[in-house]
């Protein structure tokens, strides 16, 4: 059974920082992803991570702010997040695909991260 569970989202205030993590079992995956929904708003990209190259890509709003990375021994996809905004506010969601080029077919429970200013 595939399960993707998120953990360190929580409470931070404006330029402060939190880690979030996504361990993922079950099977092996090609590209894994953060996502983020804020209150009435869609779910949108945040950052992707491609397991065979390391090829990273991040939405326009997070570069330079966020750094997405591996622990490939504890298949653990991570989400560092730095100098938090309160627009950074949302549900954050781990997600991966099986295959490269489809769509996210697997996803997390989704963390909470509230930054208040």
């Known amino acids: 059974q595939v399960q993707l569970t998120e953990s360190g989202g929580g409470l931070v205030q404006a330029g402060g920082s939190l880690r979030l993590s996504c361990v993922a079992s079950?099977?092996?995956?090609?590209?894994m992803g953060w996502f983020r929904q804020a209150p009435g708003k869609e779910r949108e990209f945040v950052a992707g991570?491609?397991?065979?190259?390391?090829?990273?890509n991040y939405a326009d709003s997070v570069k330079g702010r966020f750094t997405i990375s591996r622990d490939n021994a504890k298949n653990t996809l991570f989400l560092q997040m730095n100098s938090l905004k309160p627009e950074d506010t949302a549900v954050y969601y781990c997600a991966a695909k099986t295959l490269l080029f489809d769509p996210y077919n697997y996803w997390g429970q989704g963390t909470q991260v509230t930054v208040s200013s």
């Open positions: 991570f491609t397991w065979s190259s390391g090829f990273t």
């Open positions: 079950g099977r092996t995956f090609s590209r």
